[in-house]
């Protein structure tokens, strides 16, 4: 057996134990043998508050912390949410008739414009029952002068027998006078009260006459107004049979092939209209009221397209899921580049605020998990204030809720508590 490798591996291992587990004996060790000359010279004079940082001078329970003092500065903060591209309108076009398709189809990714025919369907007997109805209509209209003359003719015979009923009642009470005085006769008196009577009867008829007349008309309106709906009927179904595009846009889908059947509720083509164009996003509650309609607003595809527009809708209820606010922009898109459900991320313009720069380390969560920092008060004591993250930036994060100068923690705030006494030693400010 060699001895060597085994007093070597004694005297390694009897240094590391030194080293290791009796340092602090070593070190006092190799102290006792270091030169005396060096402990006759007399220390400089401390300074008198050399005593401030020196740590064995600190009270007992006060923790050490590094600090920084913060100043706010005013910024020009951005609501920053994800989102995607809408179309401004989509609609799936249905027919409302039934019949056979005799237009060309048109492809899809078709521009269309406003009003143009997208479906034709074969009209069959809707001409026939549109000049029918327009036949009917004429036949009424051309009937109304004749009834409206019957009126003035049973009016003037109301006229008529009134006079004679009149010349009746003239020669009865002549009669009378005279058969009194032994003139005339009783006959003669009792032919005046027979003219009289039927005098009467002549206008109980030209009354009945002029009501007749009058119904007639109405009957005769009647009638023309009924032709004139089965005309207006007969060219709504012909209408019917020329499916146009609603607005202005894009084929999503093919339209209807030529010869196929289609019945009411088929789809002839979906069309969307994509200039200008919607983005929209959802912005939580906690940043709503950073948001107003017709502000400026921004956002920027996966491809890095860049884009520019306005607010102009914001949402008054919220999701009943995510708590969320729908919000959409307008962008203009004259060459329909964006489409339909690409990614973007929003960002909309709100009024500046006052902010403090800080290292995102800096924030803690207090014991009801409230976001915040750990500040020092006027007494040298730790206390906890929420915050309001505004956005990030390369050198940290800006935020809202803190006073326009504030000493803020940076080290340390994961060991105190309010009310806990510290000695901050202060870095540089990083604004």
Do not use: W
């Not at 290292?359 to 750990?374: H, K, M």
Request: a negative charge.
């Amino acid at each position: 057996m060699r001895i060597v490798p085994l007093v070597t591996a004694a005297l390694v291992a009897a240094f590391l134990f030194a080293i290791v587990i009796e340092r602090e004996r070593l070190f006092a060790l190799v102290s006792d043998l270091s030169p005396r000359e060096a402990a006759t010279v007399e220390p400089e004079t401390e300074p008198e508050d050399a005593d401030a940082h020196d740590p064995d001078t600190i009270a007992e329970g006060v923790i050490r912390v590094m600090a920084t003092r913060s100043l706010a500065q005013e910024i020009e903060t951005q609501v920053r949410l994800r989102g995607q591209t809408q179309a401004a309108r989509q609609v799936s076009v249905m027919s409302e008739a039934s019949g056979k398709v005799i237009s060309e189809p048109l492809r899809k990714g078709a521009f269309v414009d406003r009003n143009e025919v997208m479906c034709e369907l074969d009209p069959g007997t809707s001409a026939a029952s549109l000049a029918e109805a327009e036949a009917r209509l004429a036949e009424a209209t051309a009937r109304q002068p004749e009834v409206e003359a019957r009126i003035p003719e049973a009016q003037a015979r109301l006229v008529e027998a009134q006079a004679r009923l009149q010349e009746a009642e003239i020669n009865s009470i002549a009669a009378q006078r005279l058969s009194e005085g032994g003139f005339a006769s009783q006959i003669r008196v009792a032919n005046t009260e027979a003219a009289m009577q039927t005098a009467q009867s002549a206008i109980q008829s030209a009354q009945a006459g002029i009501k007749a007349a009058e119904a007639g008309l109405d009957g005769l309106q009647a009638n023309i107004e009924s032709a004139a709906a089965a005309v207006a009927r007969a060219e709504t179904e012909i209408g019917k049979l020329r499916i146009s595009a609603p607005f202005a846009g894009v084929l999503e889908s093919d339209t209807a092939e030529i010869g196929s059947l289609l019945q009411p509720g088929a789809l002839c083509a979906t069309i969307i209209q994509l200039d200008p164009i919607k983005v929209v996003g959802f912005v939580p509650e906690a940043q709503v009221n950073r948001v107003r309609v017709g502000a400026p607003a921004g956002a920027m595809l996966n491809d890095g397209t860049e884009l520019r527009g306005e607010v102009t809708f914001l949402s008054r209820a919220a999701d009943p899921t995510t708590r969320t606010f729908r919000v959409e922009l307008a962008v203009p898109n004259p060459d329909l580049a964006i489409r339909d459900g690409q990614t973007a991320e929003i960002s909309i313009d709100s009024e500046g605020v006052e902010a403090h720069l800080l290292a995102s380390s800096t924030l803690t969560l207090n014991d009801e998990g409230t976001l915040g920092v750990r500040t020092i008060d006027g007494d040298a004591q730790a206390r906890f204030m929420p915050v309001t993250v505004l956005r990030d930036a390369p050198e940290g994060v800006y935020l809202a809720g803190l006073p326009d100068q504030v000493d803020v923690i940076t080290v340390g705030q994961e060991f105190v508590t309010d009310g806990v006494p510290v000695a901050p030693s202060f870095q540089e400010v990083i604004q």
